[in-house]
């Protein structure tokens, strides 16, 4: 069957650290993968999408990586900060990219302590 | 500014109820959606709709209904026949056919069936 697993344990850093966290997914052949940012009781906001042909992309502090091999994106948050703590999701595209269909996983919660 | 607004925010229900959720959005967006999220679980599909007057099944959609009369608009109804309604929904829009489709979702409404 198809999955797409997170981390469901919270991760807890120090400030000023790099929080790295981890999204897997079996019997998909995804076009793209997306991370969103949720706070509690929000709508979550969509933070980078990495295609099947990229290796690595950047913003800012995030880094993702999309490794098609392994069937893995790892999501990285560089100097993380106390503001960054938040709900995090991965999401592929279901079907035909163009209807714009996701699933997605169940999020890691991220905090970080100052 | 642009954005998606959904109501209510908090929304209480009896059971053998229906309700209907708000979804308004401005961003001229084409494509519109309805997740469902439960503690612990990622977000799932439950309608979405990629054009005026026509809309699909997502993978959850028995116990609700919608209706896409107007671009702006996609109210959904939660319907009695839906055993298990308490949750947080999040409506979403997206543009159409763009290959790679981020969601901008809304602030989330929060049913509880008493």
């Known amino acids: 069957s198809q999955k797409i697993e997170q981390n469901s344990e919270a991760l807890n850093i120090q400030e000023g650290k790099t929080a790295t966290l981890t999204c897997n997914y079996t019997?998909?052949?995804?076009?793209?993968l997306q991370w969103y940012r949720q706070d509690p009781g929000r709508g979550p906001v969509f933070l980078l999408l990495i295609r099947e042909n990229e290796k690595e992309k950047r913003k800012e502090r995030l880094k993702v990586t999309f490794d098609t091999t392994l069937k893995q994106s790892l999501f990285h948050i560089t100097a993380s900060q106390p503001a960054d703590s938040a709900t995090y999701l991965c999401?592929?595209?279901?079907?035909?990219?163009?209807?714009?269909?996701?699933?997605f996983g169940q999020g890691t919660t991220l905090q970080v302590k100052p | 500014d642009g954005g998606i607004t959904q109501s209510p925010k908090y929304l209480f229900r009896k059971e053998g109820q229906n309700v209907t959720l708000s979804c308004e959005q401005n961003?001229?967006?084409?494509?519109m959606y309805w997740y469902r999220q439960d503690p612990g679980q990622g977000l799932r599909l439950i309608y979405y709709s990629q054009i005026v007057n026509d809309f699909q099944k997502g993978d959850i959609a028995e116990g609700y209904s919608v209706s896409r009369e107007k671009k702006e608009s996609f109210p959904l109804t939660v319907t009695s026949a839906q055993k298990n309604p308490t949750a947080f929904y999040l409506c979403?829009?997206?543009?159409?056919?763009?290959?790679?489709?981020?969601?901008?979702f809304g602030a989330g409404s929060r049913l509880t069936v008493l």
């Open positions: 999401a592929l595209a279901q079907g035909s990219s163009n209807t714009g269909k996701l699933i």
């Open positions: 961003l001229n967006h084409d494509a």
């Open positions: 019997n998909y052949s995804p076009a793209y």
């Open positions: 979403a829009s997206s543009t159409r056919g763009a290959g790679a489709n981020v969601l901008t």
